[in-house]
């Protein structure tokens, strides 16, 4: 018996408009067509009609950090960022963003703080000076970051008001919902008392 190869398996050809993956550069604005239509323009609309509340470009994003980290204190605002979005929606990744431009700014190296819950699943764009990785850690936080909200206030008190010299200090909370559970905690995980510190801690000291 003989047994005769199958014949290779023949490709179709791409549909007409559509660029064969294999050969052509990404088209942004063919994908976008394709996953989300008309999403730009109607983003554009609504950022048209509401300028003051909705920004497309990028700038936003400059104007917000440099009114965060204003040289002279009595003119600085947005001391607190809350980002929400879906899982892998890149709410660390602007996160990290938005702390290396405030960081970049500091009038010494900036301390960098943070508590992911996630034992270091999440990818920051930021380096860290001291980060506590897993619920278990919590605790460990807030005593560490108490403790550096403690000593910026010295640094304050001695070159007063303007802050001359005093680096910038930096804390990220990722996963704030599953930390705080609406102020009740996480069974299992997180405490009511420790998720209530949490949420007063990062509310006075963010």
Known sequence: MVTLREPP???SPPPA???NPDIADIDEESVQSVINPGAMKILQAIAA?????????GAWLDELCDAASH????????????LSGGTQSGKSTLAGLIINKIAAKSQSPAIVIGSDPKDDVTRWLCKFSRKFDGMKALRNWIT???DQIDKQKARVSVVG?????????????DEVDSVFG???????????????ILAGFLELYY
């Open 17 to 19: 408009g559509i660029p």
């Open 71 to 82: 040289q002279d204190m009595t003119l600085r605002s947005n001391h607190h960022f809350y």
């Open 144 to 146: 560490f970051a108490t």
């Open 49 to 57: 009609n509401y300028p003051d509340y909705i920004r497309i470009d």
């Open 161 to 173: 008001g303007e802050c001359q010299g005093v680096p910038e200090l930096l804390f990220a909370q």
């Open 9 to 11: 398996a023949q490709q």
């Open 182 to 196: 609406g102020g009740k905690g996480l069974p299992g995980m997180v405490d009511a008392d420790t998720a209530f």
